[in-house]
């Protein structure tokens, strides 16, 4: 019987790419993280004087299911979204409708995530011969 310590270990093991005959499901993203950064250049007040709309905008976006999670940046430099949706491509639709967007005092980067792959060895894998 597996304990969790060892399914995680085994996970994290597993997700370093390699080469082998196992065939493993596609990659279906369920989710986009976003990272907001203010651009080199722009000052505080800059950002500040759309803060109320970007502010609102961004709790619609959350009423409306697709802001899963959101964080501040340790660092101060920006904002980190976790989006539902299932594309860069949709990912970046959303984000464009914002007021900083719009401003174009942002960069923005995508990351497009998955259900973590190596689970699948669990439940797809063959029996154990004996």
């Not at 005959?21 to 993280?33: C, E, H, S």
Request: net charge neutral; glycine share 4%.
């Amino acid at each position: 019987m597996y304990n969790f310590s060892s399914l995680l270990a085994l996970a994290f093991a597993m997700m370093a790419p390699f080469s082998g005959t196992a065939q493993t499901p596609p990659n279906k993203i369920t989710d986009v993280m976003v990272t907001l950064t203010v651009k080199a250049g722009i000052t505080r007040d800059q950002v500040v004087k759309v803060m109320k709309e970007e502010v609102t905008a961004t709790v619609k976006l959350y009423l409306d299911g697709k802001i899963r999670q959101w964080y501040s940046r340790a660092d101060g430099r920006g904002v980190v979204f976790i989006l539902a949706c299932n594309s860069v491509e949709e990912a970046k639709a959303k984000m464009e409708q914002l007021p900083l967007a719009k401003l174009n005092v942002m960069d923005y980067d995508y990351l497009p995530l998955s259900p973590l792959q190596p689970l699948h060895f669990l439940v797809d894998a063959p029996p154990a011969q004996q």
